[in-house]
C-alpha cells in the first residue's frame, strides 16, 4: 500500500466478506503521505475482519519488493496471496485458488480484468485482455513470460528457496515476473495458470493516456533485463510485426507492396487475434467489444512500437516516486 487511501478500504471490505474460513491480512504500508495508515486504522475500528490474524506494518525498506519481503516473512501460513491495495475481489477469491494448489504447484497465476465504462477505458480493458491471454498461453507450454501481482500466490517456502528478490532487488518493477521465473528455474513444471473466474481480480482502467503510457513504459523497461531468451525473443517478435503492420499502409502506398496482399496480412491478423479473444473474454467474464477491437487494429502498432522504443530511453514515474531509463530511483 503506496499512497491509496481512497481504496484501501474497498480492499478490506472485500477481504472481510470472502468465504474462507480461516487467514491472515498482512498490510505493508510503503511509505505512503496521503493517510492511508490511518485510513486502515479507522475503517478496523469500525470494521474488524473476520480473519484469525492482521498485521498493519511500514515497510523498512523503499518499493514494492521490500514491502513483499516483510510481508512474506511476517506470513504465518504456507500460501502467500498477493495484490495490490487498489483492486476488488470475488468472495471467493481465497477458497477457489487454494482449490487449484495440489503438491506439484508452487506458483500460480491469476487473471486481472480492468474495469471502466468509457470508451478509452474498454480499449484498455480489451489490450489488458491479451496480456491475460498471452501469458495464460505460454503457461499452457510450460514457458512463464508474464504474470501480474494484483493476482498472484506462490509457496513460502518456495519463495524463501530461491530467496526472494535476490538478484533483481534493484529494479523497481517485476515482482511479479522476476520471482516467477526464479521459481520456475528452480522448480521447472510447478507454474500454472488459474482458468477458474470465480478468482479474477478487478482494477480500474487509466483516465488519462499519461498515466496510462507510464504505466506500460515501467512494464516495459523489464524485458530487456530477463534472463530468458524466449521471453526476449517474444518481446522482439511482437515488437517486430506490429512495426510491419505499422509500416504497411506506406508501403502499399509507395507500390513495394501489393494492396490486395497488403490488405489479405492485415485481415488475416485480425482474424487471428479475434480468435484469440474469444476463449479470454469468456474467462474474463467480458462482451467482445467490436468498435474497441477495431480501433485498436489502427492505434496498437503505434503503440506498441512508441513504448518499446521510449521504455529504453526515457524514464516513468510509480507511486510518486521517479526511476530513469536505467531503473535506478531519481
Not at 495440489?102 to 485482455?129: I, N, P, S
Not at 535476490?166 to 522476476?178: P, Q, R
Not at 485498436?296 to 530513469?324: E, M, T
Request: glycine content about 6%.
Amino acid at each position: 500500500m503506496r499512497n491509496e487511501a481512497l481504496t484501501i478500504t474497498r480492499l478490506l471490505t472485500d477481504l472481510q466478506n470472502q468465504d474462507y474460513p480461516n487467514f491472515e491480512v498482512i498490510i505493508v504500508d510503503d511509505h505512503s503521505d496521503d493517510g492511508s495508515w490511518k485510513v486502515v486504522n479507522d475503517w478496523l475500528t469500525v470494521n474488524p475482519l473476520k480473519s484469525d490474524f492482521i498485521k498493519l506494518i511500514n515497510n523498512n525498506g523503499t518499493g514494492k519488493k521490500a514491502a513483499l519481503t516483510l510481508a512474506v516473512h511476517h506470513g504465518k501460513g504456507e500460501f502467500i496471496m498477493a495484490t495490490d491495495a487498489d483492486c476488488e475481489l470475488p468472495e471467493t477469491w481465497i477458497s477457489k485458488t487454494i482449490e487449484q494448489f495440489d503438491d506439484q504447484t508452487h506458483l500460480l497465476v491469476g487473471a486481472v480484468r480492468m474495469k471502466g465504462k468509457l470508451f478509452v477505458h474498454q480499449l484498455q480493458q480489451l489490450e489488458f485482455a491479451s496480456l491475460i491471454g498471452s501469458g495464460a498461453a505460454t503457461l499452457g507450454w510450460q514457458i512463464p513470460t508474464m504474470a501480474n501481482g494484483a493476482n498472484l500466490v506462490f509457496r513460502k517456502s518456495s519463495f524463501m528457496a530461491v530467496r526472494g528478490y535476490d538478484g533483481n532487488s534493484h529494479i523497481a518493477s517485476g515482482d511479479d515476473e522476476f520471482l516467477m521465473r526464479k521459481i520456475h528455474v528452480r522448480f521447472p513444471g510447478s507454474i500454472f495458470f488459474n482458468h477458474n473466474p470465480d478468482t479474477i481480480v478487478e482494477t480500474t482502467a487509466h483516465n488519462s493516456v499519461g498515466s496510462f503510457v507510464n504505466q506500460r513504459i515501467r512494464w516495459a523497461s523489464k524485458w530487456a533485463l530477463h534472463q530468458s531468451y524466449f521471453s526476449k525473443f517474444l518481446a522482439l517478435l511482437i515488437f517486430s510485426l506490429q512495426l510491419i503492420c505499422l509500416l504497411s499502409p506506406w508501403l502499399i502506398l509507395f507500390d513495394y507492396l501489393d494492396i490486395q496482399l497488403g490488405l489479405s496480412l492485415l485481415l488475416i491478423k485480425a482474424l487471428a487475434e479475434w480468435l484469440f479473444f474469444i476463449p479470454v473474454l469468456k474467462l474474463l467474464r467480458l462482451p467482445f467489444n467490436l468498435p474497441a477491437f477495431i480501433t485498436l487494429q489502427f492505434i496498437y502498432p503505434y503503440y506498441v512500437v512508441a513504448i518499446g522504443l521510449l521504455a529504453n530511453v526515457v524514464g516513468y514515474q510509480w507511486k510518486g516516486r521517479g526511476y530513469n531509463s536505467s531503473k535506478s530511483p531519481y
